[in-house]
């Protein structure tokens, strides 16, 4: 058997594939197991010119777990090689110490893996099928999830630099084992698979066949359960997006109380972990959802409460929620020499630096003598254009910094012991005069 025979190509599974490359206009990769449901998909695109056409190759993740994982991989060399499909075997580490979690361990690897070897815009072809689909269903059922996790796996998203495409989603098992048998395939079985201690392996071996023997469609039945909540899921992320959009204060990680206030609980719920998931921050729990619901959300405007989790928080402040890492304030005792050249590290992150105005003529002028330090409560400033002095608390007030950063504040002082600058958003009118001198503008980053 060199390359497929054509008619691999007019069976069920040649003609799925066949319709469903109608609409890509992308390389393929595919993700080869050699397993009967990869080599399968394998061998039906390679019979394919369009697939060819695309551009067609394989990848083999070796997680090195099994003691002839090496074979595997040797067995998958010489499929693709008679093929004439270009393979690449990746070897990967999985953490062994994962105990139950290994499974899943495994898989974290394999895709990280899959998404670094993936071209520019490749697709990542895999073999996932109606079963598959049917399972990830009932186990998320197990788990209680919403129409979020019941939409089951995706035909397509993004990973790497490519897509992950699946495109066996509609075809069965069995249809897929039909193919393999016909074309006499060989295959390597993972005996994990068969294994009944994992959960996925109890479904398909037992619980699936058993349910199967009352509802014989039971499979298709739960992979359209999976299709409509994917519809439904669909429709509530559209809904979702516009809501939390007129919802978001202008700096994006601030949430208009009002506004979300506005919306019944289950949407806030929503709204609430798609915020912080787009701040890229660590999803938010459901005991976090609830402080917010019964503690920010109703608290007085003059109150600052707070949901802390990781290494995050989200805080209550006048109309807003506020959502971001949590900071330690400046230590009280901190105080600094600097001389407003290059740039000043400050305790828990964050520096305070000058930079050449844009423009302007560089300055000359000595070097400046500061001292830079926490607030420690009753300083004053005199600002530009004033006579008098105002006291920094007020400042700070009018300009509507939060509690939170006013504790990160730098403040700058000359040696004798004048106020000059609060981070770069209060600068006194001595230290306007000192900087114009120079060229500079103060810089502070938090
Ligand atoms: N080690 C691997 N290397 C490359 N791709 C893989 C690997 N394991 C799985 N895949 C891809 O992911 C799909 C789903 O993985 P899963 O573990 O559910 O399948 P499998 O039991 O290995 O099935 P099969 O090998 O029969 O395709 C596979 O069909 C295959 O396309």
Same mark, same amino acid.
């Given at each position: 058997?060199?390359?497929?025979?054509?008619?691999?190509?007019?069976?069920?599974?040649?003609?799925?594939?066949?319709?469903?490359?109608?609409?890509?206009?992308?390389?393929?990769?595919?993700?080869?197991?050699?397993?009967?449901?990869?080599?399968?998909?394998?061998?039906?695109?390679?019979?394919?010119?369009?697939?060819?056409?695309?551009?067609?190759?394989?990848?083999?993740?070796?997680?090195?777990?099994?003691?002839?994982?090496?074979?595997?991989?040797?067995?998958?060399?010489?499929?693709?090689?008679?093929?004439?499909?270009?393979?690449?075997?990746?070897?990967?580490?999985?953490?062994?110490?994962?105990?139950?979690?290994?499974?899943?361990?495994?898989?974290?690897?394999?895709?990280?893996?899959?998404?670094?070897?993936?071209?520019?815009g490749e697709r990542l072809v895999v073999a996932h099928h109606r079963d598959d689909q049917a399972?990830?269903?009932?186990?998320?059922?197990?788990?209680?999830?919403?129409?979020?996790?019941?939409?089951?796996?995706?035909?397509?998203?993004?990973?790497?630099?490519?897509?992950?495409?699946?495109?066996?989603?509609?075809?069965?098992?069995?249809?897929?084992?039909?193919?393999?048998?016909?074309?006499?395939?060989?295959?390597?079985?993972?005996?994990?698979?068969?294994?009944?201690?994992?959960?996925?392996?109890?479904?398909? #071996?037992?619980?699936?066949?058993?349910?199967?023997?009352?509802?014989?469609?039971?499979?298709?039945?739960?992979?359209?359960?999976?299709?409509?909540?994917?519809?439904?899921?669909?429709?509530?992320?559209?809904?979702?997006?516009?809501?939390?959009?007129?919802?978001?204060?202008?700096?994006?990680?601030?949430?208009?109380?009002?506004?979300?206030?506005?919306?019944?609980?289950?949407?806030?719920?929503?709204?609430?972990?798609?915020?912080?998931? #787009?701040?890229?921050?660590?999803?938010?729990?459901?005991?976090?959802?609830?402080?917010?619901?019964?503690?920010?959300?109703?608290?007085?405007?003059?109150?600052?409460?707070?949901?802390?989790?990781?290494?995050?928080?989200?805080? =209550?402040?006048?109309?807003?929620?506020?959502?971001?890492?949590?900071?330690?304030?400046?230590?009280?005792?901190?105080?600094?020499?600097?001389?407003?050249?290059?740039?000043?590290?400050?305790?828990?992150? #964050?520096?305070?630096?000058?930079?050449?105005?844009?423009?302007?003529?560089? #300055?000359?002028?000595?070097?400046? =003598?500061?001292?830079?330090?926490?607030?420690?409560?009753?300083?004053?400033? =005199?600002?530009?254009?004033?006579?008098?002095?105002?006291?920094?608390?007020?400042?700070?007030?009018?300009?509507?910094?939060?509690?939170?950063?006013?504790?990160?504040?730098?403040?700058?002082?000359?040696?004798?012991?004048?106020?000059?600058?609060?981070?770069?958003?209060?600068?006194?009118?001595?230290?306007?005069?000192?900087?114009?001198?120079?060229?500079?503008?103060?810089?502070?980053?938090?």
């Open positions: 058997m060199p390359v497929p025979p054509a008619d691999a190509a007019s069976c069920p599974l040649g003609t799925h594939l066949a319709r469903a490359l109608d609409d890509v206009d992308a390389g393929l990769c595919v993700g080869y197991s050699g397993g009967p449901d990869s080599t399968a998909l394998l061998h039906a695109l390679a019979a394919l010119p369009r697939a060819r056409a695309l551009g067609l190759r394989a990848l083999h993740v070796d997680h090195g777990l099994a003691p002839d994982s090496r074979q595997w991989a040797q067995a998958c060399r010489t499929l693709a090689r008679r093929l004439e499909v270009p393979l690449e075997v990746v070897r990967v580490d999985v953490a062994r110490d994962a105990g139950d979690g290994l499974e899943a361990a495994a898989r974290d690897a394999r895709y990280r893996a899959l998404g670094a070897a993936l071209h520019e399972e990830t269903f009932l186990l998320r059922a197990l788990r209680a999830s919403g129409p979020d996790g019941l939409r089951g796996m995706r035909t397509l998203r993004p990973l790497g630099r490519g897509l992950l495409w699946r495109p066996l989603l509609d075809l069965s098992r069995a249809t897929l084992a039909d193919y393999v048998r016909a074309h006499a395939l060989p295959v390597v079985e993972d005996p994990a698979n068969a294994d009944l201690r994992h959960d996925r392996s109890r479904l398909r #071996g037992e619980v699936m066949p058993s349910l199967a023997a009352r509802w014989p469609h039971v499979a298709a039945a739960f992979a359209r359960s999976a299709a409509l909540c994917a519809e439904a899921a669909d429709l509530l992320e559209r809904e979702d997006a516009a809501a939390l959009a007129r919802a978001q204060g202008l700096d994006p990680a601030t949430l208009h109380v009002h506004a979300l206030a506005a919306q019944p609980a289950p949407r806030r719920a929503r709204l609430l972990r798609r915020w912080v998931a #787009g701040l890229g921050l660590p999803p938010l729990p459901a005991v976090g959802i609830d402080a917010i619901e019964r503690e920010l959300l109703p608290a007085p405007a003059d109150a600052l409460p707070a949901f802390a989790w990781r290494d995050v928080r989200i805080l =209550r402040w006048g109309g807003l929620l506020h959502a971001g890492t949590a900071r330690a304030p400046l230590p009280a005792d901190l105080d600094l020499a600097w001389e407003a050249r290059g740039r000043l590290a400050l305790p828990g992150g #964050g520096w305070l630096d000058v930079e050449p105005v844009a423009g302007a003529t560089p #300055g000359t002028g000595e070097p400046l =003598r500061l001292r830079v330090h926490a607030r420690r409560g009753g300083e004053r400033i =005199r600002l530009p254009g004033r006579a008098h002095s105002h006291a920094l608390k007020h400042v700070l007030q009018d300009l509507g910094v939060p509690p939170w950063e006013r504790t990160r504040l730098p403040l700058v002082s000359s040696l004798d012991g004048e106020l000059l600058a609060a981070g770069d958003l209060v600068v006194s009118a001595r230290m306007r005069d000192l900087l114009d001198a120079r060229a500079l503008r103060l810089v502070w980053q938090n």
